[in-house]
């Protein structure tokens, strides 16, 4: 059996092809839009339907250059506005966010290929961080501490980096941005955007809502590397906050280290999705289906490693399979679960990816390949995969898959499935399905992890902070945390009466002599 196909598809509304034609081949500048004046130009194509909807061109360096100069100038201004009236601003887009949700998620679903629910349930989650950061970002600017010399103050101050640069993969484009914008402008920083080539338009589409922060403040240059390569590498830009590929983050990170300039970057996850025998089966079967699935499999956070004891493996890989095959797949804006991927070289890589596991002894259990659909969807489907009989030593076991392809171990204990975590390349998250108060208290403690969800899967809080270790990346968003990425702290000391501190300056004491 394979999953359900829905063959039909929708178009862009009217009023969405306005908000499109309006924002196509423009960058946003201190200025608002306006047209990009590079010799490249990219059509976008739906992803379900191959069918243009618009079309990105990229900056010339000049343009590059005025858009860093314009932020560097906002930012003065910005900072110079009390917390309390960044907060303010920013509540007010975080509502018009909401209040255009349906607009920008329709585009969203028509360049990147998620379901619409997904789309719009991106954006309320972006809303929401940016009333968080708001808020906190008023509560503290520093820190009293207890002096040390009598009679002095001594305190530390929160001051914003500068112009922050924020590079975005297209699985999240709104929430990722937000993550880091949120927090970077309630610091005080003002904002570049380099959005990703396969979601410009989305992004390109939410920053006439931001204008109300005031000129320069947030600025989109789209374009591909030679844009992003400027704007990372230039030395009037003072934070890189950077999510996307491992090779990529090593070359954001080998710019940075040249003046070292901070960053942050978040570059990849294969993340374990652990059930043992005490756990609900058929409630971790479905949460796998989700966790495994959700944006076509297209999350930083996807259960790529489902790790089941030997025990309920055949229970739960009837539930799991069962779950799989029921998923509806096609267009994002009709009543499906999964939609396309993002771009035809990821489903290429996917592909290959299979190819590989079963050719070092992976067997296909449901999925596997295209889906059959009708001429109207001639997109880049790939039907939702179980695959078992696997091994650390497969090349799908080191690497990301970043797609619908769920690989599942069969293990014999607890210990095992925290031995192949552990081993793995990567350390963003891992799921725990299980009652046991002992596996429970391990997992938490023992998983090389920057986070551990114990039977809820995928959950994030905005005042949690969301990061990995090793080829993860480096660095926190959200939480307080995310906040302080994006401020540099400055230690000060003050002596209101200028007084001469004869217990430790020149001359030394005779008697403190040898």
């Known amino acids: 059996m394979t999953?359900?196909?829905?063959?039909?598809?929708?178009?862009?509304?009217?009023?969405?092809?306005?908000?499109?034609?309006?924002?196509?081949?423009?960058?946003?500048?201190?200025?608002?839009?306006?047209?990009?004046?590079?010799?490249?130009?990219?059509?976008?194509?739906?992803?379900?339907?191959?069918?243009?909807?618009?079309?990105?061109?990229?900056?010339?360096?000049?343009?590059?250059?005025?858009?860093?100069?314009?932020?560097?100038?906002?930012q003065k201004l910005w900072a110079e506005r009390t917390p309390l009236v960044r907060a303010e601003l920013l509540?007010?887009?975080?509502?018009?966010?909401?209040h255009q949700a349906r607009r920008i998620g329709e585009i969203m679903t028509l360049e990147t290929g998620k379901p619409f629910k997904e789309s719009v349930d991106e954006i309320g989650w972006a809303a929401s961080a940016i009333d968080y950061y708001a808020e906190i970002g008023r509560h503290s600017i520093g820190t009293i501490h207890g002096a040390a010399t009598a009679g002095q103050m001594q305190y530390t101050l929160k001051e914003p980096m500068g112009t922050v640069v924020i590079v975005l993969p297209a699985n999240f484009p709104i929430l990722l941005l937000m993550w880091s914008a949120a927090a970077a402008l309630a610091a005080g920083n003002s904002v570049i955007v380099k959005p990703s080539e396969n979601a410009t338009l989305t992004s390109l589409a939410l920053m006439p809502i931001l204008e109300g922060l005031g000129a320069g403040v947030i600025q989109c240059v789209p374009g591909g590397a030679d844009a992003a390569k400027q704007l990372v590498g230039h030395p009037d830009t003072h934070m890189v906050a950077f999510t996307g590929s491992v090779p990529t983050g090593r070359a954001v990170a080998r710019v940075c280290a040249d003046t070292f300039k901070p960053f942050l970057i978040e570059a990849s996850g294969s993340d374990s999705f652990?059930?043992?025998?005490?756990?609900?089966i058929d409630v971790a079967a479905q949460a796998a289906t989700f966790a495994a699935f959700l944006n076509c499999g297209q999350v930083c956070t996807s259960a790529e490693k489902?790790?089941?004891?030997?025990?309920?493996?055949d229970e739960f890989m009837t539930a799991?399979?069962?779950n799989v095959e029921a998923l509806r797949i096609g267009h994002g804006l009709n009543k499906v679960d999964i939609g396309a991927m993002e771009n035809g070289n990821e489903l290429r890589r996917v592909e290959g990816l299979l190819a590989t596991a079963v050719e070092?002894?992976?067997?296909?259990?449901?999925?596997?390949?295209?889906?059959?659909?009708?001429?109207?969807?001639?997109?880049?489907?790939?039907?939702?995969?179980?695959?078992?009989?696997?091994?650390?030593g497969m090349d799908i076991y080191t690497q990301?898959?970043?797609?619908?392809?769920?690989?599942?171990?069969?293990?014999?204990?607890?210990?095992?499935?925290?031995?192949?975590?552990?081993?793995?390349?990567?350390?963003?998250?891992?799921?725990?399905?299980?009652?046991?108060?002992?596996?429970?208290?391990?997992?938490?403690?023992?998983?090389?992890?920057?986070?551990?969800?114990?039977?809820?899967?995928?959950?994030?809080?905005d005042a949690g902070p969301f990061g990995g270790r090793k080829l993860s990346g480096i660095g926190r968003q959200l939480g307080t945390e995310g906040l302080d990425t994006f401020r540099h702290t400055k230690l000060v000391m003050v002596d209101p009466t200028s007084s001469v501190q004869d217990f430790w300056w020149f001359p030394y004491p005779n008697e403190e002599a040898f």
């Open 360 to 392: 070092q002894g992976a067997r296909i259990v449901t999925g596997g390949g295209r889906p059959e659909v009708g001429d109207d969807l001639p997109g880049y489907f790939f039907t939702p995969t179980v695959i078992e009989n696997l091994h650390d």
């Open 306 to 313: 489902i790790m089941v004891h030997a025990d309920v493996y």
């Open 91 to 98: 509540h007010e887009i975080a509502s018009e966010m909401r």
């Open 400 to 461: 990301e898959v970043f797609g619908p392809i769920a690989p599942v171990y069969k293990v014999s204990s607890f210990d095992e499935a925290i031995n192949l975590t552990n081993a793995s390349p990567f350390g963003l998250g891992a799921t725990l399905y299980s009652t046991d108060i002992v596996e429970i208290d391990r997992a938490q403690r023992e998983l090389v992890t920057g986070m551990v969800w114990v039977n809820a899967p995928l959950l994030d809080n």
């Open 320 to 322: 799991f399979v069962r």
């Open 274 to 280: 652990i059930v043992m025998p005490s756990a609900n």
């Open 3 to 74: 999953s359900t196909v829905l063959t039909n598809h929708a178009g862009p509304s009217e009023a969405t092809a306005a908000v499109i034609a309006a924002v196509n081949d423009s960058i946003y500048a201190s200025t608002g839009l306006v047209p990009a004046e590079g010799d490249r130009r990219v059509e976008v194509l739906d992803p379900a339907t191959l069918q243009p909807i618009g079309s990105f061109t990229d900056p010339t360096a000049e343009q590059v250059e005025e858009v860093i100069r314009s932020a560097n100038i906002a």
